[in-house]
């Protein structure tokens, strides 16, 4: 199977319904989001912790739920799409990270070691993506748990910028006003 087809090569794309849009869609701009989104995560791993690198693989596959629920205009119940239980996962997780963390006092400026930095990074860019699906959410009809989830995963990715930095004794930095 070839990876180039040259369909593409006008501007437009495929949806899953085979349906053809623009590149600049709304839609393609959120589900390519938490494309890069995935790209980021992926980048993250290993962080060297066994659980946060088992939790960032199942985010993963989460996200690329999320991107199959944005690509399809016209979902039957068959099809991809993200559950409330994907945003319940997410809530466990951090609700299990507050006992090992210290409660914010104040903004933390995003950095840390590298791992955590990187974790920092796709949580921006997580809520842009949660952005772009508003954006496209005003429009056309897209799956509000989808949406929800993306909300969640932005807190999960702080969460887990926070556990990875203090594991490696990185502290948090406050701004300064």
């Not at 962080?47 to 199959?68: F, K, M, P, S, Y």
């Not at 507050?98 to 990074?121: K, N, T, V, W």
């Amino acid at each position: 199977m070839k990876i180039y087809t040259g369909r593409g090569d006008e501007g437009q794309t495929d949806l899953r319904d085979m349906s053809r849009v623009s590149k600049a869609s709304p839609r393609i701009e959120a589900y390519g989001t938490v494309d890069e989104v995935n790209a980021l995560v992926g980048r993250v791993r290993p962080t060297g912790h066994d659980d946060v690198d088992d939790q960032l693989r199942e985010i993963q596959n989460h996200l690329h739920v999320v991107q199959a629920d944005f690509a399809n205009p016209d979902p039957d119940e068959e099809d991809p799409a993200v559950r409330e239980e994907h945003v319940e996962q997410l809530e466990e997780w951090m609700d299990g990270y507050d006992e090992e963390l210290e409660p914010l006092q104040s903004f933390i400026l995003p950095g840390g070691g590298d791992s955590g930095a990187r974790l920092h990074h796709a949580r921006t860019v997580c809520r842009r993506a949660e952005r772009r699906a508003v954006a496209l959410e005003a429009d056309e009809d897209v799956n509000d748990t989808a949406v929800t989830y993306l909300n969640r995963l932005s807190d999960a990715l702080f969460v887990l910028g926070r556990v990875v930095n203090q594991r490696e004794d990185e502290p948090e930095e406050s701004p300064t006003y």
